[in-house]
């Protein structure tokens, strides 16, 4: 377990660079057991050790951030971990291998990582640790040994689906769809307009949605004086289904965790959402009201027949050649290079 700046910045001289073989790298955070998610523990394979990095004692981080600025290297489904990464250093390595997307660009489909570890190598991995409190000090053995087995494997099972998909002529897919992935990232805004906008927001009317906004604020607000992720004050579900309730004039049913303060507070927050004229109240976000007529019907029809066959005859989930929203918007005439990767047009001849 590296903590000092000194043994980081002597790691760093031992890793690999200049291009291939490349680092395995796998990244831990605390989001299941704090307000707001640290960077918890950074776990690096070298291809001859494996090392635990501390970045909540390690002082100076700039020298694996100015490796990472200037490297490659492999990762397991590293769409949370590049937005931790891009949070922490402000920037993404030169580029990021993803085993998960190889996997699935293989055909394979049961891709997580301990799936992909006992498929390739035969061993089990324990999973206990996954959800465990990651801001601990000490770390126990037990989850060291987790975080370590993370990125064990890491770099033998790249190698493997690498050769497996160069055998399949796949390796531009591959390469193609991992940049996507960090250009996703890149251009993923860091704060969200209107996160009180959660999922099942867009069924309610605009009363609802003024209620929806003070509830989420006010769980908002409880989640970050307690220290603890939203989800542990209410679920998204249930300030879903308050605010349609007392839309309607209902009472509602809170759990045991809101009482004392805490409820005296929730409904103060609704008292003044009440107050609020409707003249303010948000208003309903609109879909595109495209209406489908027959044509774009029919090409939407051809566009997935023709989807469907080619991930038939690639022995590919559908998905991974192109999803459905995609294919609607070609549907509606937009220009398939702006929804689709090079390698996925060629496939469907677009």
Known sequence: MITTSAELAGLVDRLPSGGAPYAGIDLEADNLHRYAEQLCLIQISTGEEVVLVDPLEVDDLGPLCDYLSSNSIWMHGADFDMTLLRRE??????????????????????????????QFFDVKLCKASQKENWGQRPLPEKMRE??????????PLARGLEDDLRSKGRYEWFEESCEAAMERVLKRDMEREDPWRIRG???????????????????????????????????????????????RGEKIVTPRNVKGGRARRLKEAIEEARKVPQSDWPERLRGSGRRWNNNQEKRYEHLASKRDEAAKQLQLESSVVASRAALEQIAWEADPAEHLLNWQRTVLEL
């Open 89 to 118: 250093f402000g920037m993404l390595p030169e580029m990021i291998y993803d085993t998960q997307i190889a996997a699935r660009l293989l055909g394979i489909l049961r891709f997580s990582y301990a799936n992909l570890v006992e």
């Open 146 to 155: 987790y975080a370590s087995n993370d990125v064990r494997y890491l770099l």
């Open 201 to 247: 927001a867009g069924k309610l009317d605009a009363q609802a949605l003024c209620l929806l906004r003070a509830l989420w604020t006010w769980r908002d607000s409880e989640a970050k004086e307690w220290d603890r992720p939203p989800f542990m004050v209410v679920r998204n579900q249930d300030l879903i289904t308050w605010a349609s309730a007392l839309a």
